[in-house]
Structure formats: structure tokens, C-alpha cells
């Protein structure tokens, strides 16, 4: 399988924990994206990478959340001291260069953390 | 910013035909997206709009009109697999790379 997988699919965890969610993209994509999901709604930006530079962060990403992807490869979401509010479906999405003429992302499947 | 609206949900019968408007604000607009999300899964792609009209793949068509900042998405003979929610996208002038916006989402439910 050559998409987007993210691990773990799902966590739960008891609040003031932390958590650290990976994402491994398509392989020629340069660009990484991370969104959250709450139920009912659409994904929310949270963040962008160029290879490894992060260009845009959202206001959503409070200073308890933290994104890297240290090599340009795969990527990994940690938040904090989590709080109950956090509790969502964490989507990671890449693109090629292509994707300014196609708007196409790719998404994984998910990261669902549950605070207890 | 940016913010786009959405019906919320639209019920329909297999073989009909269902239009999902989305109507969006945004400070530079560069293109329209649709994707598709079954409950559990990921989002995937349907079909992109960045200049006016119409835009046929399949049984699904998405149609742009950048002066009246809406489009919509065409579900045709609709099946019970098409039973989803639906998400238009914008993409800005202003946005990093292909970083989008969505709507809070359609959900489609086909009956019998």
C-alpha cells in the first residue's frame, strides 16, 4: 500500500498526558498536511510542511501541540498535557507538486484520540 | 479568513440526482475542491474547480462561478454507496502550498 498511513489509528489516554501521533506520506509528496476532525465537522487546518520546513501553523495550534518532520520524510504531531477539548480525529494529508494544477490531497485515515 | 457554507444533510432515493451547493467567502480565491468521506474513513478526492463551469467525471460532475463565489457538486444516479458526507474545499491566494478550507460538510443518505 503506497498512501498515507498514520499510526497509532487510535489512542486513548487520560488528560495531562501526552501523545505523539506519526505520519508517513506517499512517498514523492513533498508537502504534508495535518488536520482535526471533530464529529460532524470538517477537517480543520492545523498545519503545513514544505519538505521540512513548516510554513504555516494555525491559530487552532495552541504552544501544548508541537509538529516536526525532521528529514522531510514522515512527520509526527505530539500534544501535551492533553486536555478533553483535544479529543478528535487527527487527518494527515500530502500532495505532490502536481497538486497546484489538480487540488488534490491524499489523507490517511486517521488518528483518533480519545481524553479521558 | 475564509468560511464556506453547506447544507448539512439531504436524504435521497437510489437513481435520483442530488446537488449540494456551497456558497464561500474568501480574501483570494484560487480553486474549488469536493471530497467525499464514508463515516470511519479518510476523505478522498472527487473533483477540483479553478476556473468557471463545469466539471464532468462519471457519474459526479462539480460546476464553478467564481463571480457568484459558489458552486455545487452533482451526484447522478445515485447509489447506495454514494451514501457519505461531501465537503467543498477552498483553496486562497494567500494559503502556503495546497493548504484548504472546508466546509462543515454535507452528509447524503440514499435510500432504497
Redesign the interface.
Known sequence: DTG?SQDPRHKITKRGQNVTFRCDPISEHN?L?W?RQTL??????LT?F?NEAQ??KSRLLSDRFSAERPKGSFSTLEIQRTEQGDSAMY?C?S?SPL??V?????????SRLTVL | GQSLEQPSEVTAVEGAIVQINCTYQTSGFYGLSWYQQHDGGAPTFLSYNALDGLEETGRFSSFLSRSDSYGYLLLQELQMKDSASYFCAVRDLEAAGNKLTFGGGTRVLVKP
Open positions: 498515507v508537502r498536511y488536520y460532524g465537522q470538517g477537517p480543520e487546518f503545513y514544505q510554513l504555516e487527518l494529508a500532495s497538486a497546484g489538480t487540488g488534490e490531497l491524499f489523507f490517511g485515515e486517521g
